[in-house]
């Protein structure tokens, strides 16, 4: 089963691309919701990126009652423009670590969250 988004560019994109793909990942996933990339908190790795997202109220406010909770990473891949949602039931750091090790083992991507 492919995971690259309809459309998705052939070969190596760049972190603007990447974003704008993460962007059409959260668009829509809660109905009444804006989520918004927090842009300082990307990471960029060798393979990819690393989005975080939260809701807009949540970016503007900092305040917990504006949190949805299983908002976790999300990983676009550098080569084509795939994109994953990682788990929201460890910490960040450890949901990148272990997609870096199944990747690097081959393992197949997460499944995308069905429309």
Do not use: N
């Amino acid at each position: 089963m492919t995971t690259t988004p309809p459309g998705a560019p052939q070969g190596p994109i760049t972190r603007e691309r990447a974003a704008q793909v993460a962007r059409e990942a959260i668009a829509g996933l809660k109905e009444g919701t804006e989520f918004v990339l927090d842009e300082e908190r990307t990471i960029e790795k060798d393979w990819g990126w690393v989005f975080s997202f939260c809701t807009k109220a949540y970016l503007q406010s900092r305040s917990p009652m504006d949190i949805v909770p299983g908002t976790g990473p999300l990983v676009v891949e550098k080569a084509d423009g795939d994109f994953s949602f990682l788990s929201t039931s460890v910490p960040p750091g450890v949901a990148v670590a272990e997609y870096e090790r199944r990747r690097a083992e081959g393992v197949a991507r997460p499944p995308k969250p069905k429309s």
